[in-house]
Each structure stands twice: as C-alpha cells, then as structure tokens.
C-alpha cells in the first residue's frame, strides 16, 4: 500500500523547477514525517515569527500612512496645500465615463451624467446647510443659554435691565 503523504511529496518535489534544495527545504520537507512534538514546535515557532513581524511592519505601515494623512490635514488647514476639487471630479468623472464604456460597451447617457452632476451639487449644498444649522444653534444656544432649555445668563441679566432702564425712562418723563 502506498502512503498518501509520499506521493503528496513525491508530486511537490517534481513541481520545484529543479533547483538545488536548501537547508531550509530540507528541515521543512521532512516535518511530516516527523514526531508531533517537532511539528507542534516547528508551528508554533513559525507562526509567533509570522506574527511578531506582521505586528512590527503593520505598525510601521500605520504610522507611516496615519502620519501622512495627518501631516497632510495640516498642512491643508494651513493653506499651505490646496485641493481644487472641481478638477478632481471633472477627472473621477472622466474616468468613470471611460469604465463605463468599456464594461458595457457604450458610453454613459447624458441623464447619467445630469445625475451625476446634480447628486453633487446637492452634496455640497447638504453641507452648507449643516454649516449654517450649525451655526444658528450655536447662536440660538448662545442666546438662550443652553441647548436643553432657557438658562439665566449675563445676556439675559443685560436684557432685564435694558427692558426695565427703558420703562423707568418713560415713566419718569412725564
């Protein structure tokens, strides 16, 4: 009877092109066949290398990346860069425009192109809206002290006063 095992490393033996094996293909090649205590050690210490290197060059990618994306809001936020992005969409839709014919084999419609326009231009008015909502409600909070309710501030105190200068005003001029 033939072992599976054999033939699986039979057939991956003929599937290398031919090279020279090295030491690494030879302690690696025989961990089937060798004791479960070699090949729980061998997993284990090859899946810790795995991980600790996969933990070391992910946080080196992280930083780099999340260090990026902040130096670059900054310096937006300075003005030193600043993103044009009427151009920026003129080319996404350009590029969209060319995808599309070439998945489907005919170009966009110019409905497709009115939707596009208009879903964008409604998204940029969405967020003036909720700028100046902002806005207001910090202007109405502001006013009246608080955005669960009415609190007694000293705009509130100035306005009393105000009110009651002006009624003893009148009701001292005659």
């Known amino acids: 009877m033939i072992d599976p095992k054999h033939n699986k490393n039979l057939a991956n033996k003929q599937k290398m092109s031919g090279k020279d094996s090295g030491a ?20 284990a210490a090859s899946g810790w290398l795995t991980g600790f ?13 999340g260090g990026s994306i ?35 084999g005919e170009g966009p419609r110019w409905v ?4 596009r326009y208009l879903d964008r231009k409604i998204g940029q008015a969405e967020d003036l809206l909720k700028q100046q909502q ?6 109405y909070s502001a006013l009246i002290g608080d ?18 200068g002006i009624v003893l005003g009148v009701g001292t001029a005659k």
């Not at 497709?112 to 939707?115: C, N």
């Not at 955005?147 to 306005?159: A, P, Q, S, V, Y």
């Open 24 to 43: 690494i293909e030879r302690f690696f090649g025989d961990i089937s066949k060798g004791s479960a205590t070699k090949q729980i050690a061998i997993g």
């Open 53 to 65: 290197v996969t933990v070391r060059v992910g946080r080196l990618v992280a930083v780099a990346v």
């Open 70 to 104: 902040i130096l670059l809001q900054i310096a937006n936020e300075q003005g030193y860069i600043n993103v044009n992005w009427n151009k920026v969409n003129a080319k996404v839709d350009k590029l969209a425009d060319k995808v599309e014919e070439t998945v489907t």
């Open 112 to 115: 497709d192109k009115a939707e």
């Open 134 to 139: 902002k806005k207001t409600r910090k202007w």
């Open 147 to 164: 955005e669960n309710g009415c609190r007694l501030n000293d705009f509130h105190i100035f306005l009393g006063a105000f009110a009651a």
